[in-house]
């Protein structure tokens, strides 16, 4: 384990020496580009990848467009081509020759441009950027949204489960570190380095992140877990400065009450089932004492839902007002059959449950306007995780507790 | 950097910890390879991906070569479905959805059954070995060499140089990362844990290993360098375990005396090229007074080359023979005008030249045999390399200093 | 080096499982540390020594201070015992054992004590902390005094020199170690995590600090550089937020402008000497460029000297109050010869020299009134250092520039 | 905890630049050595220690002796000064000043020369090595013995076990450091580095060590163990290549089978006992499955003991044999009615106790020639060892099972 840090110590993007500082072209970036495309080695051509990183680095927004354009059109496949080395695949019966031909004719020229970039030392963090910028700048633009999916696939193998470590954040993490938990933070805002401090160093808190070895510094994503006896019901209550804090062998229960994705350039790469399961994992092994895994949620979609299904309704008791939670979470769908709220599918597709439902749990400004102040806990059953996750992924099922669907069966009866 | 070290002392596959053993199915392995590939999410399929793995590993040759074909063969492409879709992509101009297509349709199954294989912590060694085994079955086989146009498009990908980490091998080195550089040593046998010793201890000796950060035990390839006043003419006198060693601050010159790939699965993959330049950049940084980056190499196909040539010529003098191998090294080509010996095709292609050459350089059987002795240097000239690399890319131009051009042309003149 | 940290990352003190909890005594705690002083072995002994830290950690303050009466009186030497040893040591020829006997006379019960405290993993910060407390605890009483001087003793040797780590302190550094800055910062204080982030972070900034291997989460003493071209004149200038940051290698000089201790407990141990030619060394090996070390640094008691020397008087001009604070340093002696100033009695015992004064260096509201805003350069001349030091320290020779003493001749002519 | 492994990643001794190189005198070691002593600060202090160590280890045995002699002589303590010291003491009541002045005189200036001696970082190491030194050539000369005392005084400080850090060795450690374990090992010679594989690889084999921060790349003593089921009656079937090997979890018994001591600069400073707890406390709270501690220890007087006892006796039996041994482990007693056997005394003094003895155990040359080929099982009973230890450093009580007492009874039947 020590050896694997004592290899990786030597952090090469940032001792990178190049032989010779890096030249800057007065050609245009499309002749850059083009050059380190054609180029057949790797001598010329992690000069030509710094140039194009480093110019970007320097675009304005207008000039990043049009370098994302010229790199959408100018560098998508040849269908004609392909179609060409299609036929020879097919005609001289699937030689490797001929299915090299194929795999060259379908991949874009941008796929390598992309890997090839990729060559600088430091690069893959500036990649996510651009693709961040892209995704941003896109909005719309077809081919831009195409040039998209090319990014996209390449990051799904680089960001490949395999590739990623998991790392515990503590108030001994680095300032740098912590600073953009901070700032990632996405569910339930830390205020001050003082508030993080208390969701850091209780006995009773765990942070963990998920790091690639590329970007160091960089956490991709991150959830935060109080040790609880008994499943939490409020979110003030459970970050109350006053509380009572657990010995971490004391507590019976991990509540996951925030996950926040940290880079808008991995969208679409999920890491959110790893971490919770990779975390629970951890947890078990760690703390025997621990039985129970569940999250405590927002609802971010239910007082809008409740607005249009049920105009004018006030929910006549907290009774009712759960009722309505639980029949929005597990019944209220989208045209495509799944949940309408987005943290419902994310968790019922992980293989959770919907278990219950509180009311009065979020009374800040945002729990109170998105979902009066309700909020839900989804439970990771070990047992039954893949069980349940076959059942949503197949036939849309929403697995869910005796008392949800109570609660949910009575919401029909009430009437505006 | 130490924060790097930080992050990654975590390593999560050594302690990964499944939700539960992995699961055995008495299914056919086709048919949980199937399963992995259709399953919608994570939860089933790392254990899926585990399964196959486990399996895969404890096949006899026969079942693996089985297996091979049954991916080859099942989890291609589907030409008629990649012509379609590019029908639809070219007819309704394009869109992201139409490209979608077009790349679900171009790239096979068994792309997506590498990807996911690796999800599994530890799996990127596996499958590494996994195509050592698919090259060494395959040999002639077009279905199974086309499977491995996708394994090596997937590990170019992995193995990208933005990924990869230089570390210095040691004394200092865990036992088990030196046992395997004593094993995988290919230019000059290391005989002993003495002789190990005597290669990393010494201050005028280095020793630089390229890892992957999901392969932490298992160097991909490593050069050994001597340190020297002058260059050097003699494997043997450059390892004599009697020479006068120099402080690493009295050398002006590194000599690249081996360099040696570690990892079968990785063929195709180069890394030397970047090794090389690595190295001496850390080098130069680190020891500004080393100026001259040669190699010691052997001519492996010169012999055979000269028997072929020149039957039954025994060359009368050392400028005779030396003037047959720097002929050799510029002069004979291949029908594809590259030039015959692989190890010069490796040097010039990475933008060295041919400097010099030595008799009685290598009087070790093996050195006797394959070049009557004779050793090259390359020479790495910083300011220089782009260009050459450049000129023996385009134009196969072969790089080399005067004193070589002499020897080759008085080669001319030597009838049998 | 890698390997030391290898070493050391098994951190004994935190993951130490006693052979069962820690048992307690009802007994009284002098019969705690009568049995831990007389046990013969380890084995009774740390579970003992556990005892006597987790109780005295619970103690009021006036337990405490009679934990300390009953060691600095019933732990003492014995005279008499000491005197009959030596009487045997001259008698029988100074064998060994009745050297051992001298030795043990000779050494009190209560370091025996402290050294068996300290057997406790994580001990060495709880006796630092025990120190503090009798330092506070002590004050006049000679008995408690001279049980200090114990602490003293042993802490000397188990804070040796030898056995310090210099350690940079950067934005990367763990958050914990960082509000221990905050929170120690004696000079200049910090404000905030803002403002430790721009000491810490901007390339022309570093931060320094002593550790001890046994406490690894306690800085010991830490010291703030500012890299500058040319000398700075002001505290505020070289804090400014707004400051033209340099690039570390365009700098030809490190100010010191802030060194704190961390721990009272440490009192008298001096560690700035070599904290300040350590980080000198380190940094004219990385930055070639740096060519001049100075302080930047208060003149705590000059308005003090002032009131009393030139009551009423009221400078006439910058020039006359550098004089005046010219003549302070170098020439205002206490009654055993050593300058007034106790900030020139620490550089000048290092040997650096008096270098220059500056008017409106620190405008701040403690600036003003402990010195009228005047700051003084104290230069680290790395040729001159051990001269300087000698003549300080034998002769209590002050050295001085030109500059200076010429300033603080002109002071003589000044009247009220 | 990794914190820790960060902040001490700097090697202060490997990097330490001094400010300029290390002067040396041309006058006499007595004239540096008393200059050191003297030196009122460390600016000339530590270049002065740099130089005297230097200068000793270039010395021949006889001039080693010359310095040791005038060390031992001239800088031992001056009785009266320290009875002058005692009477200001008592007459006047025990003051800080006067206790000051008693300590003063008390210590001998030889114990500040090697406390100052320990500022060059790196000197630690060979302060022990000169204190090997010391211990080689003292043999019988009271004045030397009496220096080493001052030497085992400060180290028994200095390598208190708060300062030692426990840190395990496997075939995944540095090869510098397992090069050292086979030098070391003295109890069953390692023969090669695969020997060595086997004794740290497998996974029923365990070794951990002790290392002092300031000389990380020296263990302080190991033990080796072995993970079984029952207790082990035979060390060759325990090493046996061919064994079969369990899993860690299948064991219920760890058999500590050797332990070394690496460095005779540090004689009579003892680490063993609480390895030997550090080490079961680690193995019980990673194993839970392991319930027995034991040793398979030599019995190395019992042959001579034999001889000496019952001349001529030739054992009848492996009965009678262990009869004998067992008499010879508890009942066979020193002058000072300790146990004969130093193995016997390290690890009853311990708080194991004499547990079973078994014929045949150790059938090398060795084993068969000390002790007939018998070895012994101390027992590390955890619930008993506080109050065993407790019997045998008060009242010399040995502690053993009822089958070793009746073993012993059953030995006095024996004649001739």
Same mark, same amino acid.
């Given at each position: 384990m020590?050896?694997?840090?004592d290899?990786?110590s030597?952090?090469f993007?940032r001792r990178?020496?190049?032989?010779?500082?890096?030249?800057?072209?007065?050609?245009p970036i499309?002749?850059v580009?083009?050059?380190?495309?054609?180029?057949?080695?790797?001598?010329?051509g992690?000069? #030509?990848?710094?140039?194009?990183?480093?110019?970007?680095?320097?675009m304005e927004?207008?000039?990043?467009?049009?370098?994302?354009?010229h790199v !959408?059109?100018?560098?998508?496949?040849v269908?004609?081509?392909?179609?060409m080395?299609?036929?020879a695949?097919?005609?001289?019966?699937?030689s490797?020759?001929?299915?090299r031909?194929?795999?060259a004719?379908?991949e874009?020229?941008r796929?390598?441009?992309?890997?090839?970039l990729n060559q600088?030392?430091?690069a893959?963090h500036?990649?996510v950027?651009?693709?961040a910028d892209l995704l941003?700048?896109? =909005?719309?633009?077809?081919?831009?949204l195409?040039l998209?999916?090319? %990014?996209?696939?390449l %990051?799904a193998?680089w960001?490949? =489960?395999?590739?990623?470590?998991?790392?515990?954040?503590?108030?001994?993490s680095?300032?740098?570190?912590?600073?953009?938990?901070?700032?990632?933070? !996405?569910?339930?805002a830390i205020?001050?380095w003082?508030d #993080?401090?208390?969701?850091?160093e209780?006995?009773?808190?765990?942070?963990?992140?998920?790091?690639?070895? @590329?970007?160091?510094d960089?956490?991709?994503?991150?959830?935060?877990v109080?040790l609880t006896r008994?499943?939490a019901?409020?979110?003030?209550a459970?970050?109350?400065d006053?509380?009572?804090q657990?010995?971490s062998?004391? @507590?019976?229960?991990?509540?996951?009450y925030?996950?926040?994705?940290c880079?808008?350039?991995?969208a679409?790469i999920?890491f959110?089932?790893?971490?919770?399961?990779?975390?629970?994992?951890?947890?078990?092994?760690?703390?025997?004492?621990?039985?129970? %895994?569940?999250? #405590?949620?927002?609802?971010?979609?239910f007082?809008?839902?409740?607005?249009?299904?049920?105009?004018?309704?006030?929910?006549?008791?907290?009774?009712?007002l759960?009722s309505? !939670?639980a %029949?929005y979470l597990i019944? !209220?769908?989208?045209?495509?059959g799944?949940p309408?709220?987005p943290?419902a599918r994310?968790?019922?597709?992980?293989g959770a449950l919907?278990h219950?439902?509180?009311?009065r749990a979020?009374? /800040?400004e945002k729990?109170? =306007?998105? /979902? @009066?102040?309700?909020?839900?806990n989804? #439970?990771y059953?070990?047992?039954q995780?893949a069980?349940?996750h076959?059942?949503?992924a197949?036939?849309?099922?929403?697995?869910?507790s /005796?008392?949800?669907?109570?609660l949910?069966a009575? @919401?029909?009866?009430?009437?505006t």
């Amino acid at each position: 384990m020590t050896i694997f840090a004592d290899i990786l110590s030597t952090v090469f993007e940032r001792r990178y020496r190049p032989w010779g500082p890096a030249r800057r072209d007065s050609r245009p970036i499309e002749a850059v580009v083009a050059d380190l495309i054609g180029s057949t080695g790797e001598v010329s051509g992690t000069g #030509l990848a710094r140039q194009i990183i480093d110019r970007y680095g320097e675009m304005e927004e207008d000039e990043r467009l049009a370098f994302f354009r010229h790199v !959408a059109t100018d560098l998508a496949i040849v269908p004609d081509r392909l179609r060409m080395a299609l036929d020879a695949y097919e005609a001289e019966g699937q030689s490797k020759e001929t299915y090299r031909a194929v795999m060259a004719a379908a991949e874009p020229p941008r796929q390598e441009l992309i890997r090839r970039l990729n060559q600088v030392p430091g690069a893959t963090h500036a990649l996510v950027q651009m693709r961040a910028d892209l995704l941003r700048l896109a =909005r719309g633009d077809e081919a831009l949204l195409a040039l998209d999916l090319d %990014f996209r696939h390449l %990051f799904a193998s680089w960001f490949n =489960r395999g590739f990623l470590v998991l790392r515990r954040i503590s108030w001994e993490s680095p300032a740098h570190i912590l600073e953009k938990i901070i700032a990632y933070e !996405a569910v339930h805002a830390i205020e001050s380095w003082r508030d #993080l401090r208390l969701r850091l160093e209780p006995t009773d808190r765990r942070c963990y992140a998920f790091f690639h070895p @590329a970007m160091p510094d960089e956490p991709l994503i991150f959830v935060e877990v109080a040790l609880t006896r008994g499943i939490a019901k409020s979110v003030q209550a459970l970050l109350a400065d006053d509380r009572r804090q657990l010995a971490s062998d004391e @507590a019976d229960t991990a509540v996951f009450y925030s996950i926040s994705n940290c880079q808008d350039g991995l969208a679409g790469i999920s890491f959110g089932n790893s971490l919770i399961k990779q975390v629970a994992s951890d947890l078990v092994a760690a703390l025997p004492g621990i039985r129970t %895994f569940v999250t #405590l949620s927002p609802i971010p979609g239910f007082s809008h839902w409740l607005a249009g299904a049920h105009p004018g309704l006030t929910p006549a008791s907290d009774k009712q007002l759960l009722s309505l !939670a639980a %029949f929005y979470l597990i019944r !209220a769908k989208r045209e495509d059959g799944l949940p309408m709220d987005p943290v419902a599918r994310f968790h019922l597709g992980n293989g959770a449950l919907v278990h219950q439902v509180h009311a009065r749990a979020d009374t /800040s400004e945002k729990g109170m =306007r998105q /979902s @009066a102040g309700v909020m839900v806990n989804y #439970l990771y059953d070990l047992k039954q995780v893949a069980q349940n996750h076959e059942g949503f992924a197949t036939a849309h099922d929403v697995a869910a507790s /005796s008392e949800i669907a109570g609660l949910a069966a009575a @919401a029909e009866k009430i009437t505006t």
